[in-house]
């Protein structure tokens, strides 16, 4: 199945290019990456040479999936990778 801003929820985020565009932790907006991991609470991001760990619940972000930008609230992605992909 293909990733569309309907499903995209469902889908594993490992290897998505990001930004984020809002976050509780003003010195995260505008990070820039690709997603290299993801726990319960935490997405990792290469961003250049650096990884960055980032709360799930504290940021705001958008993906471009098929020339679209989708804008996905970190709060809804709470719960393991492997969980998530169940609901």
Request: proline letters at 1%; charged letters at 30%; zero cysteines.
């Amino acid at each position: 199945m293909a990733i569309t801003m309907h499903n995209i929820l469902r889908h594993e985020l490992i290897g998505l290019m990001i930004k984020v565009t809002s976050s509780e932790n003003k010195s995260l907006i505008g990070l820039q990456g690709t997603i290299v991991n993801e726990t319960r609470n935490t997405l990792e991001i290469r961003s250049g040479e650096r990884l960055k760990k980032v709360l799930k619940a504290q940021i705001v972000f958008q993906v471009s999936i098929n020339n679209q930008i989708i804008e996905i609230d970190g709060k809804k992605l709470v719960a393991r990778p492997e969980e998530r992909l169940k609901r």
